[in-house]
């Protein structure tokens, strides 16, 4: 087995029309998820927020955000996943750019969010993804981060073997998955953050946080720049 870092799998492989198909076949209770997570960030946004998604992929979750912020702002570091959000989503701005080296100037948006599992997912130091992410938040602003709660651990094994059947992934490594984390043979290989590990990442940082659980599926980190 090859070790391959998440962040380079989904850009290199896991990406644009595959990506939509993983979200096409996941099963009712992973659809309520995903729409728990994308509610969740809605609730933190008023008309006038500029906003940012990292790890927008094509967009599946910037859709909803159209019209409810003043501004939405997508990166990703999959180009064919951002070529195909910008032929489907308009009033939006997508760019390739690495989430731990963001080309934006400090304090440019009101909500910066990363949700699905993406602190783990973009092999990147967690620190420095906070601390960017917080750096390009404006005084008063949230950041917000999701991953999965070990509650959710059967349905999204479940998807995540649904994901390999169909030769999105490569096939399940029963013997090195479990406690939270999923290992394709592959290479691929899917960690969570806790609870607890956002608790130091946060407090790491100085600003105010709360740690929140919703749907028994997620678990976010909510962040404000005071």
Known sequence: MIDKPSGAYYSDGLNA????????????????????????????????NQVL?????????????????D??????????SLILGAETIDQCCLAAMDAGE????????????????????????????????????????TVL???YSHRFWPERL??????AAHGLLGEIDEDATGDGVIVCKDGFRAETVGSGHFESLAASTGFPFEIVEIDESSVFCVMTRA
């Open 17 to 48: 029309e595959r990506l939509r198909r993983c979200y096409e076949i996941a099963p009712p209770r992973v659809q309520r998820y995903f729409r728990a997570e994308i509610d969740f960030v809605l609730r933190r946004i008023r008309p006038a």
């Open 53 to 69: 998604e990292l790890g927008c992929g094509y967009g599946r979750a910037i859709e909803p955000l159209i019209g409810v912020a």
């Open 71 to 80: 501004r939405v702002v997508g990166i990703d570091t999959s180009v064919d």
């Open 158 to 163: 479940e998807w995540f073997r649904i994901q």
């Open 102 to 141: 963001l080309g934006f100037s400090d304090g440019s948006f009101d909500v910066v969010f990363c949700i699905q599992n993406g602190i783990s997912a973009f092999g990147i130091d967690r620190s420095l993804l906070i601390d960017e992410a917080i750096r390009v938040t404006r005084t008063g602003g």
């Open 145 to 147: 981060f999701s991953s």
